[in-house]
């Protein structure tokens, strides 16, 4: 495979941590004015890095789903009973396009797999009950969510990153369903932006990372 050259250096990946941290924390004084804005700032910085160090066309697959990640990040901290249907749709779409730039994909981790389907299984049917009509739009995002994890498992390209960020991404995701389905609990959101935003960078890093 040809080596893919990136700007993801130890300087952006320190100002990255930074904003991360930043929102995170800042999540325990929630809700304030404009917490979108710097709930989008760190995602700006994995675009910059990623736009910066792309190299064909296929590397803007990964580009889109970082562009959708921050508008479901938008729509999520804008309004997140209101627009939660939209911010769901537009994750969907993110994850769409990180299946489709972690291609082609190989049989390997067949066990690894495995566990993600029985995962998901599992984590269904602990929220299902309370679900009402979120029931297929939350079925069908769950769906594409594992695969995404999966992908990243089994891509050609795929190193511990790549696994890692697909594995942090199900379980932000999943503190968010059992969050808002389950049992909420009052740091929830503390731990589900260092899932995310860890997932993210590692997403994005192991998508670059020399093979």
């Known amino acids: 495979?040809?080596?893919?050259?990136?700007?993801?250096?130890?300087?952006?990946?320190?100002?990255?941590?930074?904003?991360?941290?930043?929102?995170?924390?800042?999540?325990?004084?929630?809700?304030?004015?404009?917490?979108?804005?710097?709930?989008?700032?760190?995602m700006a910085i994995l675009i910059f890095i990623a736009v910066r160090s792309s190299s064909n066309g296929k590397d803007y697959l990964l580009v889109t789903a970082l562009v959708f990640s921050a508008l479901g990040d938008?729509?999520?901290?804008?309004?997140?009973?209101?627009?939660?249907?939209?911010?769901?749709?537009?994750?969907?779409?993110?994850?769409?396009?990180?299946?489709?730039?972690?291609?082609p994909l190989q049989k390997k981790h067949l066990g690894w797999v495995g566990a993600y389907v029985f995962y998901g299984i599992g984590m269904f049917l602990l929220i299902k009950t309370q679900l009402g009509e979120l029931l297929i739009p939350v079925v069908v995002y769950m769906t594409i969510l594992l695969l995404m994890g999966i992908s990243a498992l089994t891509?050609?390209?795929?190193?511990?990153?790549?696994?890692v960020g697909g594995l942090s991404f199900v379980v932000s995701d999943s503190l968010i369903a059992i969050d808002k389905f389950y049992l909420s609990f009052e740091t929830s959101h503390l731990f589900i932006m260092m899932t995310y935003y860890f997932a993210q960078y590692s997403l994005t890093r192991g998508y670059f990372t020399n093979q």
């Open 155 to 163: 891509s050609r390209r795929s190193n511990i990153w790549l696994i």
């Open 74 to 103: 938008f729509l999520l901290d804008y309004d997140r009973e209101g627009w939660f249907v939209f911010g769901l749709g537009a994750f969907l779409i993110a994850q769409i396009f990180y299946i489709f730039s972690f291609s």
């Open 1 to 42: 495979m040809t080596p893919r050259k990136t700007i993801m250096t130890r300087q952006f990946s320190m100002v990255f941590i930074v904003f991360a941290v930043f929102f995170t924390v800042s999540t325990l004084y929630a809700p304030y004015p404009f917490s979108w804005l710097a709930k989008l700032v760190p």
